[in-house]
């Protein structure tokens, strides 16, 4: 069965500062992808990243960047610099890699973190 | 390119009556996907719909719940005698095949009062 687990519920950062949120996962496949999603107050859910089982190259956009460490079954995101625009729950998630047909690619998400950028 | 759409984006009913919320996919994108957000549960899949056909509908509920996804028009989520625990937002998401991201639309609140 596959998992995803968020630890951190809430954090709470003053701008400017720089912020990791930490997203374990657990899985039997060997070919998988991950995810992370933005979901702001006005309650869209805005994607941001996607990561193959078999690409460990951390990514950088911007003043985001992931950090995915399979030997850890985890895929940390942080924010630098953070922005008050940056508040918002952030959801880390997970799904089988199926190719042929009848394959479900259906997303396991985590129970999101809090992100709180005060002034 | 618009995005996904979904309507309404609020809906209120009453215990026992139906629910229809609706999702039209983005441009070219055939794979369609139903989620909850249930305030104490987080976002959990309910059904995966290619056009005409239910490919994955694990987490659906046994009762009440159905979904289509036609040749023409949008994909419908459909609750039969809506109860309280129905109260959550709904939301669709959609991607052009597999092996790609799914992208979300903004989502029904559905009240059930």
Not at chain 2, 14 to 27: F, H, I, T
Request: overall charge positive; hydrophobic content about 30%; aromatic content about 12%.
């Amino acid at each position: 069965a596959q998992k995803v687990t968020q630890a951190q519920t809430e954090i709470s950062v003053v701008e400017k500062e720089d912020v990791t949120l930490d997203c374990v996962y657990e899985t039997r496949d060997t070919t998988y992808y991950l995810f992370w999603y933005k979901q702001p107050p006005s309650g869209e859910l805005v994607f941001l990243i996607r990561r193959n089982s078999f690409d460990e190259q951390n990514e950088i956009s911007g003043r985001y960047s992931w950090n995915f460490q399979k030997s850890t079954s985890s895929f940390n995101f942080t924010i630098t610099a953070s922005q008050v625009v940056d508040s918002a729950v952030y959801f880390c998630a997970l799904s089988e890699a199926r190719r042929t047909q009848g394959g479900s690619e259906k997303l396991v998400f985590g129970k999101g973190t809090k992100l709180t950028v005060n002034p | 390119n618009a995005g996904v759409m979904q309507n309404p984006r609020h809906l209120v009913r009453r215990r026992g009556q139906e629910a229809r919320l609706r999702c039209s996919p983005m441009k070219g994108h055939s794979h369609v996907y139903w989620y909850r957000q249930l305030p104490e549960e987080g976002l959990k899949f309910m059904v995966y719909l290619q056009k005409e056909n239910i490919i994955d509908e694990s987490g659906m509920p046994k009762e009440r719940f159905s979904a289509e996804f036609p040749k023409e028009g949008p994909s419908i989520l459909r609750i039969q005698q809506v109860v309280r625990g129905d109260s959550a937002a709904y939301f669709c998401a959609s991607s052009p095949r597999l092996g790609y991201e799914q992208y979300f639309g903004p989502g029904t609140r559905l009240t059930v009062t």
